[in-house]
DNA sequence: GTGACTTTGTGATATAGTTAACAAAAAAAC
DNA sequence: GTTTTTTTGTTAACTATATCACAAAGTCAC
């Protein structure tokens, strides 16, 4: 089912859930067309940049007018596979863990948190925010049987690869770590980190030391 | 206080947090010496990257031998202001508030949420992992009053905005945005973004279209 | 002390991402 | 229907980042 498409950039690929939910804000607005300045002035990226990330996928615009709404996010919906839904695994429910379960994703959104894991036996059994939390010792058996191959790691850093071999085990092919720890995997496996503390201290250097000119944002 | 100082990539900078934390592990491991190999190996960063990174700030380094891991240590301290503390507020004690609450940063860290803020009446007046909550009226009074210049933003995206444009009159310097919102703030106010429905969308995104290979991390 | 080995620091190069600028096309005004 | 205005799509230039590859400077073994 994935579409074939010419490779577009990175940076492009991650800016397109933004795009998708800002055209989605003013669709419920109401609104029939946009231009590319308008865009920029919501998502706070270049104008040009917008163009040339909108570009990759065709002509998508018309001269003089802009954008159209309704067809841009018809196009996008397919583009992310919108109607496709993507299930993930959380892995441990702590404070962090609880917070991705109460917030979850499936709001105009392709990814839903199926099953949650731990290892605290007062939260096994549970569920939180309609997702059941299975204990530790299921991980693979479980994931296996759902068929989920993605997974979020929300557990504390000392098991972070002790965990994430169970998952490789398990034959997972994500993994969105929130854990300080650098995980070893095999190249086939996609990982990435976000790290809240390096967040927090790298921009606390920044703010010391580089003049803040609302460049360079995270995302 | 603020040492003057070559100005380096940003790149560069958003990796220092990092490596300090590594070299920290190394240093209570007991170990003297490291090589950009090894460090490499720990931290998921190609070795000429480390090397580079580290030549930005003079020959911290002997040829043939690595680096003296004490040594560094005590330059990344310096350079990344470890020795003085920078407060953070955390506006919205939420879920993901709540977990940062209760990871706290300050371990072996310059930052530290030291004031909590929420509409919440049950929550106001409490303390959560030793940080006072206090109600959203007092924003303005207390951050002044407690002299802090940096905030967490993780209020719902609604009045993301609004409370933003309160920041704003309080003088805040820097905000740490986790709301799915893209702020206003003038261009002497630092933002970064941190969007978690985005990250897993575009993280969805590159495994289903992307052959996978471990690059291209998020921090 | 000598030769083999290690590892840095950095020029050169490659890759990626952003932005200015503008012709071309269409829309809007009249 | 003509002119003015708007706005795209893209070429070209620029800026940023990552990586290769290697001379230079040391360490280490004996």
Not at 46 to 74: C, E, H, M, P, Q
Not at 200 to 214: D, G, I
């Amino acid at each position: 089912m994935a579409q074939e498409q010419i490779r577009i950039p990175q940076a492009t690929a991650r800016r397109l859930p933004l795009y998708y939910r800002f055209l989605n804000n003013l669709h419920s607005q109401g609104k029939q067309r946009v231009s590319s300045a308008e865009l920029s002035e919501a998502v706070k990226v270049d104008s040009a940049t917008i163009r040339r990330d909108f570009s990759y996928f065709g002509a998508l615009g018309k001269k003089g007018y802009g954008y159209n709404v309704n067809y841009l996010l018809g196009f996008f919906r397919k583009t992310l596979d919108q109607d496709e839904l993507t299930k993930v695994a959380l892995i441990g429910v702590g404070n962090l863990g609880t917070a991705f379960l109460n917030y979850n994703f499936l709001k105009n959104n392709n990814t839903k948190i199926e099953i949650g894991f731990d290892v605290d036996e007062t939260k096994v059994g549970t569920s939180i925010g309609d997702v059941p939390i299975y204990h530790m010792d299921q991980l693979k058996e479980k994931l296996v049987e759902e068929g989920i191959s993605v997974a979020i790691l929300t557990v504390p850093a000392p098991v972070a690869q002790i965990i994430t071999d169970q998952l490789i085990e398990a034959d997972i092919k994500g993994l969105l770590n929130f854990t300080p720890a650098r995980l070893n995997v095999p190249p086939s496996i996609r990982v990435h980190h976000i790290d809240l503390a390096v967040e927090l201290q790298s921009f606390v250097y920044f703010l010391k030391h580089y003049p803040s000119n609302e460049k360079e944002d995270t995302i």
